[in-house]
């Protein structure tokens, strides 16, 4: 649970408030200052690719991130189902009676004013929270009671709106705690380390590396995350999910604070990860940015979905154009 007190002011983050502890996390700085790297080792750069010759090719790079691609690829029916999925808290009805699916091979765009319940979306579907009514089925399997850990497994990676890393470790790894998820070794054989816990450890790694590769970051691999450049931090969060296996990505603002050529990169990134044979669901304000990588989008307002389709459908709405620019209903009819 959080140690800091909510901040309404601060944005709706709410029950992402869940993983980990503030001080654990770069937004809440609670190092001590004699700690604090004075620049030197900290900000060398390291050449992936000299210790990792295969890092230098992206095929290669690719194939590691995603090696049963051929399986995922399978474009078109759903992945993941929100089905009539209202989420109340209290009074405050979150989610009203939700319904859409996100296909296999897609990047779908999650749309909606601040407060839309986009954000709480990614919350039912990654096990925060359990629906009030209604359920998010995900690969044909209902996820009900599942736990979040769980759900994980199952493959839905999330990233967060606001940047969550693990402040003190290095990019490298950010990430293998990532693959953690996926180990098989027991607990007496990770105190032992048995040969398969090595081999896991030494895959992770390798994997690890490649995920900074691929994001664009391999460079910083041994770099403590607090020092990575707020746009490193966003890819470190992206490789670190991706270091799941995740089937769906979820990417919460992944573009917030970036300048034009950030969003760019950006929208490059996102594309190369679908090409690579993951679904993505993003949340993103910035409509060029929305409109120009998605294959489809959903749009909220007031925790009911508004309008679904393409993205040039959807832009052209007027209950949308409506949603965005505050207009009322009967001014737009
Ligand atoms: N745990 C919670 N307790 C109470 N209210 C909540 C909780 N989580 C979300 N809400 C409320 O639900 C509504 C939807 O919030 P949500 O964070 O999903 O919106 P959002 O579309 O992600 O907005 P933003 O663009 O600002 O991130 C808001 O009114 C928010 O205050
Ligand atoms: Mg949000």
Redesign the pocket.
């Given at each position: 649970m959080s140690t800091t007190p909510h901040d309404?002011a601060a944005?709706?983050?709410?029950?992402d408030q869940h993983l980990g502890t503030d001080d654990e996390l770069i937004t809440s700085d609670t190092m001590p200052e004699q700690f604090l790297p004075d620049g030197g080792v900290e900000s060398v750069d390291v050449d992936l690719a000299a210790v990792h010759p295969e890092l230098a090719d992206a095929t290669q790079v690719a194939e590691i991130v995603a090696p049963d691609r051929t399986i995922r690829a399978k474009v078109g029916e759903p992945l993941l189902q929100m089905q009539q999925v209202t989420?109340k808290?209290?009074g405050?009805v979150?989610?009203d009676d939700v319904t859409f699916d996100i296909r296999r091979g897609e990047i779908l765009g999650l749309i909606?004013?601040?407060?839309?319940?986009?954000?709480?979306?990614?919350?039912t579907m990654t096990g925060v929270?359990r629906p009030t009514t209604g359920q998010v089925v995900f690969d044909g399997r209902p996820l009900g009671r599942t736990k979040r850990n769980e759900i994980t497994r199952l493959g839905i990676a999330r990233t967060f709106?606001n940047i969550r890393l693990f402040s003190d470790m290095t990019a490298l790894e950010n990430v293998v705690v990532g693959t953690d998820a996926r180990h098989r070794t027991s607990v007496p054989g990770a105190i032992f380390r048995s040969r398969r816990h090595r081999a896991e450890e030494r895959d992770a790694l390798d994997r690890g590396m490649a995920l900074l590769e691929f994001v664009g970051i391999g460079r910083r691999a041994t770099q403590q995350a607090r020092n990575l450049p707020y746009g490193d931090q966003r890819r470190l969060e992206i490789a670190r999910a991706l270091a799941t296996e995740p089937k769906l990505l979820c990417l919460?603002?992944p573009a917030a604070g970036f300048n034009p050529a950030e969003k760019e990169d950006l929208k490059a990134l996102i594309r190369k990860i679908r090409d690579d044979g993951y679904t993505v669901l993003l949340?993103e304000?910035d409509m060029r940015l929305v409109m120009g990588v998605t294959d489809r989008v959903v749009v909220?307002e007031f925790?009911r979905k508004i309008a679904e389709g393409l993205p040039a459908e959807v832009s052209a709405d007027p209950a949308v154009i409506a949603a965005y620019l505050g207009v009322p209903d009967d001014a737009t009819a």
């Open positions: 309404p944005g709706s983050e709410h029950g989420m808290f209290g405050l979150a989610l909606g004013p601040n407060g839309a319940g986009k954000t709480t979306c990614f919350n929270y709106q919460d603002e949340i304000h909220l925790g």
